[in-house]
């Protein structure tokens, strides 16, 4: 996404938002891992912050607004999250102007602590991830947006699911695959117990661990969807992710030097992520049998998105199969074809 504009970029966009925020960067050097935004680790009165700045090309004010809000609102229940704080003017969000449209500046407290090594997860490691979801879901049940302006894409507003874009017409099976899916979503019900504002996007790589406690940061993606969907984020990247290292040999990561398949690891990583989670909050058993159809739903839309991004297209079979989640399209491809997920059941945790 920063390729799309940072030829509007400038150093004194920068030190604008900088000044607004009275912040002092550490370094001028963008963090790493930044694909939406321009990111900088920043100090002010002794304390460590994170600047981001962002292009309305890539969120329009209000959503990042509202992204803010809920932010703020998790940390008042208590959920471990590092608050975003207010520029010197008193406002949450700073609107820079730029050749075209504007940039959004936004500063959060930079959270302690660091990503785990996957040598060192634990049982206990999966329980607390499962309860700071529960924590999130149980408290956004009471959250309302300051204005209705502010409020959060709903999960069919994603362009994923016009199934009229070229990544669908050139495909006639993908799309009616899509069109049965998002059609059945819709006959789901949307109660305040089952959906909400959920993260989305709570994997290992968007969390630190800190004196026992899990603190997550990229709410990017946070929109309205079933609190079921927050669990699939979590399945298939630590899945991938174990038995990618399966397959080599390295059993240390993940499992503490067991080898195990991936129904093995599932439930020596699900057992205490659902345990942690009802500590906090309770679903109703059908959406434990409702959980592989959403595994599919998710890896149907990143499939999606893979299809309409040309710089992963271009690559080699065997450069797509080098990085997450060590596939190549033609093997997501069938996996979403043929409903992958389904191998997987979880019946006995409803």
Same mark, same amino acid.
């Given at each position: 996404m920063l390729q799309h504009f940072k030829h509007l970029y400038t150093d004194a966009i920068r030190t604008e938002a900088l000044r607004r925020f009275a912040l002092t960067p550490v370094s001028l050097e963008v963090l790493p891992d930044a694909s939406h935004s321009y990111v900088y680790d920043c100090e002010r009165n002794g304390s460590r912050y994170i600047l981001k700045i962002t292009h309305t090309l890539h969120r329009q004010s209000h959503h990042i607004l509202g992204e803010l809000?809920?932010?703020n609102f998790l940390a008042d229940g208590g959920v471990t999250v590092p608050r975003a704080v207010y520029s010197h003017s008193g406002n949450l969000i700073e609107k820079i102007p730029a050749q075209d449209g504007e940039f959004i500046a936004v500063a959060y407290e930079k959270a302690e602590g660091a990503l785990v090594d996957w040598r060192d997860w634990t049982p $206990?490691?999966? @329980?607390?991830?499962?309860?700071?979801?529960?924590?999130?879901?149980?408290?956004?049940?009471?959250? @309302? &947006?300051? =204005?209705?302006?502010? !409020?959060r894409r709903f999960w069919?507003?994603?362009? =994923?699911?016009?199934?009229?874009?070229? +990544?669908?017409? *050139?495909? &006639?099976?993908?799309?009616?695959? #899509?069109r049965r899916t998002r059609d059945w979503l819709l006959t789901l019900p949307t109660d305040r117990d089952?959906?909400?504002?959920? /993260?989305?996007?709570? /994997?290992?790589w968007n969390f630190f661990y800190h004196d026992g406690s899990i603190l997550p940061f990229d709410f990017d993606n946070t929109h309205y969807d079933w609190f079921i969907s927050d669990f699939t984020t979590v399945i298939i990247n630590v899945v991938n992710?174990? $038995?990618?290292?399966? %397959?080599?040999g390295e059993y240390d990561y993940w499992t503490a030097g067991v080898p195990m398949t991936e129904h093995e690891f599932l439930d020596y990583f699900f057992t205490p992520f659902i345990e942690g989670y009802r500590q906090h909050n309770r679903l109703a058993p059908v959406w434990m049998r409702h959980l592989p159809a959403?595994?599919? !739903?998710?890896?149907?839309t990143f499939l999606t998105d893979s299809l309409r991004d040309p710089g992963f297209g271009n690559l080699? &079979?065997?450069?797509?199969? #080098?990085?997450?989640?060590?596939?190549?399209?033609?093997?997501?491809?069938? *996996? +979403?074809?043929? =409903?992958?997920?389904? %191998?997987?059941?979880? =019946?006995?945790?409803?």
């Open positions: 809000e809920f932010i $206990q490691m999966f @329980e607390r991830w499962g309860g700071i979801i529960g924590k999130m879901h149980a408290i956004t049940k009471e959250y @309302e &947006p300051s =204005d209705e302006s502010a !409020r069919h507003e994603d362009a =994923d699911w016009n199934t009229d874009i070229e +990544v669908y017409r *050139e495909r &006639p099976a993908f799309r009616e695959k #899509a089952s959906f909400g504002l959920i /993260h989305s996007d709570l /994997h290992q992710c174990q $038995q990618h290292h399966y %397959r080599r959403f595994l599919n !739903r998710h890896w149907l080699t &079979p065997e450069q797509q199969a #080098a990085s997450f989640p060590w596939r190549t399209l033609s093997q997501s491809w069938d *996996e +979403v074809i043929n =409903d992958y997920w389904n %191998r997987f059941t979880f =019946d006995k945790y409803a």
